[in-house]
């Protein structure tokens, strides 16, 4: 029973890099099971890699922490943050003031545009007009998921929320959605793909409101752990200073994700 | 009030029931739910009171559609895996096993998302009547929830009507009743009578599988309990409500399938 | 138990080839490329749930039911509590429950006494989870075979003078057994089932390396048809060892007993 336990806790830990340090602390950093290229990504044997996989490596390196990432399904994410399952949330969440109410955040690692891709055979555009009428998929608990019933709400025949982004991809590959909306490198990722060339192009980037949309991507801390957080944020300007950030960026993208340095908070 | 009661309170049952240690139970319970009530954040309830409401109605409303196609579907299984030939009769046990053997969510995602995801490549598909539903996800919830109630009930009813004494059936042979007569008159009065016990656990496991539909974007009770949740951040409340509200529903299925069976004569041979 | 795995999956592709085409069978490979060892550590992982939770909920289910047959007023009451609200609940909303509430429950305990928060995996929690489900279930089943057993065994031991635990150990689960089988078989089949919920909760079960692995590729139906045949196979191979087990705990008693 002992060795099937360790087992276990093995395959749990899928996508752990031999990062650790001697002596360093072990911190869990939470992350959904579920396939969001290009930042989390599951090779054949179930190991987890990507950008943010990477890039939160790097950081947890940078900091003298031993990260283990640890699956929680995405809306368990804060949940599990407050009750102490998890130490930090490394999983392309938005920093906004919604989220700050509950949890703190280091400062950003990635900002990316917020666009809406939808079917090929139909011609609209990424406003309230343009998907008048439409049936439009999000992910739950998403900054997208705000965004679309705070400004689509209205005009929208359907707002739609899975569970992952992947399977609201899905959905629109398979005709049952007409757009959808989410972060411009995960959606672009998709329509380079095979099924993502079939069906779908790009709509158009959404008007900003940053209130929702939030100031780019932080890792999340309970609100207790400052020094954590300070940890993680002295991490994330060293690995941009030294180069590894764009060492790293450089695999998968030809340009800086990162955003404008000014935004960071 | 302890262990000298035990040995006797089958007896007087009825008179009983508010024993003391019962009133300071009841009392400990009320003080659990005031104490819920004014130390949980409960203040996201009445925003959410309409989606609520609409959500209890959907699950209440595939619990009985699916139920009520799945018996309809559930008694020619049970029949023929009970007399029929072998043609019908081994798909029929073959069916029910694998709706059995496999779990319901698995059976939720193979429908929605594995036969979903074959749709599309079908041109006439998409563009047939039936396109508008095969694009929502209602149906292919209804469709799993009644394939399963359907292929647990079929066994249940398979038992039923092998249950049913054999000279029954030969004496109404014998004066002369038609094989639908013998059916509708004889057989399926008697099955169904047989069943109808275990019907009611059957019918709150459905109650109880309902929230998987949940997961393909169906919004029931569980998917507005979720919704809260996530937009509120509010990790207990909304689930410990869920759990009154399923608790609720159990109770009424119950007390209904209770005054069907007190109305049934009890036993007819 | 390894030996079944292999064969019933190249029993699986062979058939999935007839249907399907080979474009995407290549995925259900053993080797790298495609993902068949993942969905089988899913499959472990699933059984190891399965074969703890319905251990625990034998514990559980033994203790309730002694509770609600022997126990006093207050402890039968609140056994009749239990078992009442986790029948009525979805599992789903008592895992949900369970999972956030009963970790954050026990690292709270840990902290007033002074400890660190504790490393509860998903493994322990799945377990702890089903198995309080499971425990439910099993009170009704021991409670209505423990019932089954003739009164006059039960009162011949008291007769005797058996303290209740000997004339448990000696008398009442002996002879209760053959009554119980068939109910925990099939509590035992609905554990493996069960543990498909834990999907929801992220914890790499069948279903949930089923998802990703899906996911990842876009081959859903093929994914899904393999799972579930896994899931089958499962299913009739307990179905094979149950009877067995079933048969031997009927060992002398007459073949047309109380257990229908």
Sequence with gaps: ?265 | MSSESSVLTAAPRTSAWLQPHRIVLILIAAALVLASVFYMRWDWLPGYLPIAIGGIWRTIWLLLASAGLGIMLAIPLGLVQATGPKILSVPAKTFCTIIRGTPLLLQVWLLYYGLGSLFPQFPWIRESFMWPYLRQAWPYGLLALTLSFAGYEGEVMRGAFAGVARGQLEAARAFGMSRWKIFRRIWLPQAVQRALPTLAGETVLQLKATPLVATITVVDVYAVASRVRQETFVVYEPLLLLALVYLCITGIIVFAFRKVEGRIPTRLG | MPAVHPSRRTKLSDFLAAVFGHGTLGLLALEPPGRGSFLLLGLMNSIMIAVGATILGLTIGIAGACGKLYGNPVIKDLCEVYTTLVRAVPELVLILLLYFAGTDLINRVLAVWGYPPADINGVVAGIFVLGVVQGAYSTEVLRGAILAIPQGQIEAARAFGMPLMLMLKRITLPAMLPFAIPGLANLWLIATKDTALLAIVGFNELTQTTRTAAGATKAYFTFFMAAGALYLALTLFSNLILGRVERWARRGLPSVGGAA
């Design chain 1, 1 to 265: 029973m002992m060795k099937g336990l360790k087992i276990a806790a093995a395959a749990l830990m899928l996508g752990v890099a031999g990062m650790a340090a001697a002596h360093a602390e072990e911190i869990k950093v939470g992350f959904s099971p579920e396939a969001y290229p290009p930042f989390y990504t599951q090779d054949a044997s179930g190991k987890w890699g990507g950008w943010e996989v990477e890039i939160a490596n790097a950081i947890c390196g940078e900091a003298k922490l031993d990260c283990v990432l640890t699956p929680i399904p995405w809306d368990g994410l804060i949940p599990a943050l407050k009750t102490k399952k998890i130490d930090a949330i490394m999983n392309s969440m938005s920093i906004t003031e919604e989220r700050k109410k509950e949890i703190n955040f280091s400062s950003k690692y990635y900002n990316t545009p917020t666009v809406v891709i939808g079917a090929k055979d139909q011609k609209f555009d990424a406003t309230p007009e343009g998907l008048k009428g439409k049936v439009l998929g999000v992910q739950v608990s998403t900054i997208h998921a705000a965004y679309a019933k705070k400004h689509f709400g209205d005009t929208a025949a359907e707002i739609k929320e899975y569970q992952t982004q992947d399977e609201a991809n899905q959905d629109l590959a398979a005709g049952r959605l007409d757009a959808t909306q989410a972060d411009s490198i995960a959606l672009g990722d998709f329509l380079a793909s095979d099924a993502g060339k079939a069906c779908c192009d790009l709509k158009g980037e959404v008007a900003p409101d940053d209130e929702v949309l939030g100031l780019g991507v932080g890792a999340g801390v309970r609100k207790e752990d400052t020094a954590l957080q300070e940890r993680l944020s002295a991490a994330i300007k060293a690995i941009r200073d030294n180069g590894k950030y764009a060492e790293i960026t450089k695999k998968y993208f030809d340009f800086d994700i990162y955003g404008a340095a000014s935004q960071a908070n």
